[in-house]
């Protein structure tokens, strides 16, 4: 497939996807997501990628869905066409890791697009919003729902409902974001970052980020049980032998993914 609204490119392990419409400032219209799951769902499939990472440009990671694209539809456009639902989340299905890397805006869409990957980390002039309600409509691709989950309901009220951005600092305090980098740094932090899970074993990587994604969708006790039985489930791969093994022996597994 040939891209025109990101960009693809591959380091050691990892798949990197960088939103590329830098006049509308990475606004994410249907054709960009259509394509960014697609590079997504590709990289996840490759035995070769154990994580990926999605950035922007250093003014804007996405300054939200594509307000021009959108202003005309109509109800039954967006029912009908099952707008959002039919590509932003495939993002979800995605199995193996994604770091949203955020430089610049990260409002609306935007932000429910990093608030969709596994973990995020800041540059320094990060500003993460949702604005929606200054258009007259609210989030619509998870941030009523993922927002009150990271920071809590009083900040996510807060952004939802007066619509005001908040910064890196703001943002890393609230939980929003794991880490804040120099801009300088972004791409090799987040780059370290991917490919350290990438060095470790595809199977336990997964596993974790099933289970922890577990601890947003159901009880904790259910949690905990599933949690636990994905652990004993461990058990059974070469990859727990092979990184046990080189602990006591003292010297760096080499994981087989198996
Ligand atoms: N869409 C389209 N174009 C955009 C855009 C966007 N979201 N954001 C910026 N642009 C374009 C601008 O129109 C401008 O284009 P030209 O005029 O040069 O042709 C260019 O990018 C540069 O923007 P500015 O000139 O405004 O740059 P500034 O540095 O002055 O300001 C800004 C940057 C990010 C503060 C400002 O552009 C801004 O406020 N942008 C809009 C941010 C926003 O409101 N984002 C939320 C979008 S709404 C739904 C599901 C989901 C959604 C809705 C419905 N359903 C299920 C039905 C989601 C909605 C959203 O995400």
Redesign the pocket.
Known sequence: MTYENILVSTEGAVGIVTLNRP???N???DALMDELGAALKAFDADGNIGCMIITGSE??F?????????AT?TFSD?YKGD???RN?ELIRTIRKPVIAAVSG?A??????LAMMCDFIIASENAKF????I??G?????G?TQRLPRAVGKAKAMDMALT?R?MDATEAERAGLVSRIVPLEKLMEESLAAALMIAGYSQIAVMAAKESINRAYEGTLSDGVMFERRMFHALFATQDQKEGMAAFVEKRKANFSHQ
Request: hydrophobic letters at 45%.
């Open positions: 006049k509308q400032l606004a994410l219209n003014k804007a996405a300054a939200g869905a594509d307000i021009g694209a959108m539809y967006v707008y959002i639902t932003w805006f409002l609306g869409g935007g932000c429910e919003g949702q604005p929606e200054k258009l409509v609210i989030p619509g691709a941030g619509g951005m």
